[in-house]
C-alpha cells in the first residue's frame, strides 16, 4: 500500500463508483415492472395511456440490461488486484491469471459488442420501422450468444500461444503480457513469439474493435442525419406545429439526438483506447513500472462510470427525464406588447404622419390634448357645410 497509495486509490474508486451507479441503474427497471401489472388494468378501464416499461414488448432492453451486467462484473474484477495492493500480497498464480486475463477481454470485448448491438437496434426503431419484425427477443438473444461465443473462444487464444497472460510486479496484477512486442534478434524463439503476438492484436484490434466501431458509428450518423431531415421537413410542413410532435427517436432525450447518440459511442469506445499505447508502446517505455501496467486498466473503468448515465439514465423510456427537464426549465416570459402603424392625417393636405401605437381599438385611442391645438389655416375638414365658418383650433400634427 506504501508503495502503490496513489494507484490503490484509483483502482477503489473505479471499483466502487461504477459499481454503485450500475446497481442504481436497476430501479427504473423494476420500480416500473411492479407498477406494470397495475397500470395496464388502470389503462383498460379508463382508456388513458401512462409511461412504464414492459421488458416482454420492449426488446431494446435486452442488451441495456447485458450491458448493465457486464459493467458490474468489470467492476468486481478489480477486487482481486485491490486486495493484493492492500495486503502486497501476490496472490497470482499461472491458472488464476490466465482465468482473470481470459474473463477481463471478454467482458472488455463484450461491452463493445453490446454498444454496436444497441446501435443496431436505435436504427431500427428510428429509421427503419419495417424490420420490426425481426426486432424481438429470440433473435437479440441469438445475436448477442453469438458474438459472446466468438468472444469467449478469441479470449483463450494467448494461452494457446498466440499472446500470453502474464503476471507482473511479483504477481500482484495480471493482464496481456505485452513485453513479447519486443523482439531479441538474437533469440529465434522471441521472433516467433512477437509474430504471434502482433497478429493477435492485429486480429483483436481489427474484428472485435475496429469494424463494430466503425458500424456502431455509421448507424448513429445515418440516425442523426434521418431526424435533422425529418425535422426539417415537418418544420417546412407545419410551421411552429412541429415542435408539439411526437419524437422518433424515444430512447433519446428530445432535441439531442447527436449528443446522446455521440456520447454513447464514446463512452463504450474510446476509455480503451489506453490499451493500444501500452500494445504499440511507441516510447518504449519500461515494462518494470507497474503503473505503465495499471493505468490502461483503470482507464477502461471510465466506460463503466459513464455507461449507466447515457444509456438508462438519459433515455426518455426508462427515466422520465423529458418531463423533468420541462419542469426545470425556466418559465417562458410572456410575449412582449405588439404595435401597428397608423396613418393621423395633418392639417397639410396630402401629407400623413405614420406613428407606431399600442394594438387597441380605436375607440379607445386617447384625445389630442387641448394644449397641443394651435390657430392654422383651415383645411376641408372643418367646414361642416357650405355655410359654417372655419374651426378657430386644428391640430398641430
Known sequence: MKHHQ?????????????????????????????????????????????????????????????LLFVDILMSIQLIYPIHNFLYEDGSFTDTSCNIYGALDMILSLSEIL?????????????????????????????????????????????????????????????????????????SEESRISAHRYIAFLTATCLVFFLIPVCIASSLYYSIIDHVDRQNSMDMLRDGPDAGNKEDTCTWAVKGHVAKIGLGCLLVSVVPFFGYSVVCLNP?????????????????????????????????????????????????????????????LIADVPGMSFPILTPTIPRRQLPKIPPHLLSPSHPSLCDFNNDFDDPKEFTPML
Not at 123 to 130: E, F, M
Not at 160 to 175: A, D, P, R, V
Not at 299 to 328: D, G, H, Q
Request: charged share 15%.
Open 283 to 343: 516510447m518504449r517505455s519500461d515494462f518494470k513500472s507497474i503503473s505503465f501496467i495499471v493505468v490502461p486498466v483503470i482507464l477502461s473503468r471510465i466506460s463503466t462510470m459513464f455507461n449507466p448515465i447515457f444509456y438508462i439514465w438519459l433515455n426518455p423510456e426508462i427515466v422520465p427525464i423529458n418531463e423533468l427537464i420541462a419542469k426545470c426549465a425556466p418559465k417562458p416570459k410572456p410575449p412582449r406588447q405588439l404595435y401597428h402603424t397608423i396613418n
Open 114 to 186: 453490446l454498444a454496436c448491438v444497441i446501435a443496431f437496434d436505435r436504427y431500427i426503431v428510428t429509421c427503419a420501422p419495417k424490420w420490426g419484425k425481426w426486432r424481438c427477443h429470440s433473435n437479440y438473444f441469438k445475436l448477442i450468444t453469438f458474438g459472446f461465443l466468438a468472444v469467449l473462444i478469441w479470449s483463450f487464444v494467448p494461452i494457446l500461444g498466440y499472446g500470453k497472460y502474464s503476471t507482473f510486479h511479483n504477481n500482484q496484477f495480471c493482464s496481456i503480457d505485452w513485453r513479447q512486442g519486443n523482439i531479441d534478434t538474437n
Open 6 to 66: 496513489s494507484l490503490t486509490t484509483n483502482l477503489i474508486v473505479f471499483c466502487i463508483v461504477p459499481l454503485l451507479l450500475n446497481l442504481f441503474s436497476f430501479i427504473p427497471f423494476f420500480c416500473c415492472g411492479f407498477l406494470c401489472k397495475k397500470s395496464e388494468k388502470n389503462e383498460e378501464e379508463s382508456g388513458s395511456k401512462s409511461r412504464k416499461i414492459n421488458f416482454r414488448r420492449n426488446p431494446s432492453l435486452q442488451p441495456l440490461i447485458l
